[in-house]
């Protein structure tokens, strides 16, 4: 079965949903977005906005602070101590970027309280590569390097959407990919370049990678649920199809460059059409990994639910004398 990042074929029904909205309102809305105005937080927004905005920026949040659960446990055992401080200060970064978004998506009303909740009950989603083995420091690299491209693609096309506060989230955690773009590069490359054992390394690490990077821009733009909503009103700027499809042009050409294979022998790009053709993902195990049947999701919200519960006090104790939501144990 093959696919192809070029099937950008998405519905065309009226969107559902708006049914109770002012029309007049959401004209003006759908005007003001028209002519590349941002919307702010106190701006009317129809509900479905608010609820899709609100579901797609914490689901990027929690996707940062348990992405840098992988690669931060490869702190300790980075070899040498540059690239243990330069790993320590990449993980800090992803732990900032969630705290950007969370302040970007409580604007919209929900609190960052019941997003944690959301996140360790399993009801909010996070990137499914969040929920792969790290078991060698060269996998760690593919994420420091592939992962943060893929991120990069989608994120620079999102900072030029229609919500302010997420728009300029976007702006400051691009400034910080880029140079964990770099970083992952140097560090694939010392190892793509290295002795054979570490090249056999980065290409095992590489080979494991690819089926989860391939998946990481969301499903075929034919299964997207909510790109057509999302690409009306400016949210996502570019379908997943279209970021899948940058992204190869982008990085397949790099990776071939420093003598790494990549395990599709479908992966090639048409010259024509100017898409890039590749084997059909696996979408039912994309499914099962993102409704927390993955082969790390228990670990991963294990980790959290223990953060969560360890960091109880601290709360407490920052918040002594006020009464404030966020100090009570998690449900
Ligand atoms: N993983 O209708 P669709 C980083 C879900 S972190 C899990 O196409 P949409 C980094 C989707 O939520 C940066 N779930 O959805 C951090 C929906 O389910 P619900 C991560 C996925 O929203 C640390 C259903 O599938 N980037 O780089 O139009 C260290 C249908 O999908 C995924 C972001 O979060 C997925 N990959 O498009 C290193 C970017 N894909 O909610 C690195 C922000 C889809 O209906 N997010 N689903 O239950 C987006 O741009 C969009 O949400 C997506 C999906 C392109 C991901």
Redesign the pocket.
């Known amino acids: 079965m093959y696919g192809s990042a070029s099937t950008h074929d998405l519905p065309s029904t009226a969107p559902t949903g708006l049914e109770n909205e002012d029309p007049i309102l959401l004209a003006e809305f759908e005007a003001r977005i028209a002519r590349g105005e941002k919307i702010e937080p106190g701006d009317w927004m129809p509900a479905l906005y608010r609820k899709q905005l609100t579901?797609?920026i914490e689901?990027?949040a929690h996707?940062?602070i348990i992405?840098?659960l992988p690669?931060g446990t490869w702190i300790t055992r980075a070899p040498g101590f540059r690239r243990k401080m330069a790993q320590m200060a990449k993980v800090q970064d992803?732990v900032g970027h969630a705290q950007l978004l969370y302040s970007a998506a409580e604007t919209l009303g929900k609190t960052r309280e019941q997003m944690l909740v959301d996140l360790i009950n399993g009801k909010s989603?996070?990137?499914?590569v969040f929920n792969y083995p790290t078991p060698t420091w060269a996998d760690s690299n593919v994420?420091s390097w592939l992962?943060?491209a893929g991120?990069i693609v989608?994120q620079l096309a999102?900072a030029k959407g229609s919500y302010g506060p997420y728009c300029r989230a976007l702006d400051r955690i691009c400034a910080e990919e880029a140079f964990h773009l770099k970083y992952g590069h140097d560090a694939v490359v010392h190892m793509a370049t290295g002795t054979p054992i570490q090249r056999k390394m980065m290409q095992e690490a590489l080979n494991r990678w690819w089926p989860a990077i391939m998946?990481?821009?969301?499903?075929s733009d034919k299964m997207?649920?909510?790109?057509e909503i999302?690409m009306r009103w400016k949210v996502?700027m570019a379908s997943?199809d279209e970021c899948r499809n940058q992204f190869l042009d982008m990085y397949v050409p790099k990776i071939w460059e420093i003598g790494l294979t990549l395990p599709d022998a479908n992966l090639r790009k048409n010259e024509e059409t100017g898409q890039w053709e590749f084997t059909e993902p696996d979408w039912e195990d994309f499914k099962r990994v993102?409704n927390g049947d993955g082969p790390c999701n228990a670990e991963r919200l294990a980790v959290r639910r223990a953060a969560e519960e360890n960091g109880a006090w601290v709360r407490r104790a920052l918040s002594a004398g006020k009464t404030h939501q966020y100090v009570r144990p998690l449900a």
């Not at 997207?224 to 790109?227: D, E, K, L, N, P």
């Open positions: 579901r797609m689901q990027h996707s940062e992405g840098s690669e992803e989603k996070y990137s499914n994420i992962i943060d991120a989608n999102n998946t990481f821009f969301g499903p997207s649920v909510h790109t999302l996502k997943n993102i």
